[in-house]
């Protein structure tokens, strides 16, 4: 492993931390709920605990279609965040998602 290898590994493990640490301490304050506990727990608190985001999660989107005052794209983005992660799905990093996105023919449709 080249010394840019583990610079690129280093710089990277340390964007995960914070976003790591960003969430947990959104879904905290969001919800009351804390991710690392949960993380932790049996199936049935897991599969209650995601109920309650999915329920919370929903109710965002409702807010954002109406065009509520209250609605917040960042509460909407920790939810769901939260939701991949206690299901087990791996969130894209955005330059990934970016090199895998395919692009329509420019021009008539």
Known sequence: MSLKD???DFLAAGVEARASAAQLVALQCLCGIDLVDVMKADLPRRA???GRIARMLERERMKGLAGHWAYDLNRHIALKQAADRLRGIDAVPPAERQRKAK???RGRR
Do not use: Q
């Open 6 to 8: 583990e610079i690129r």
């Open 103 to 105: 692009r329509r023919p």
């Open 48 to 50: 209650a605990v995601l």
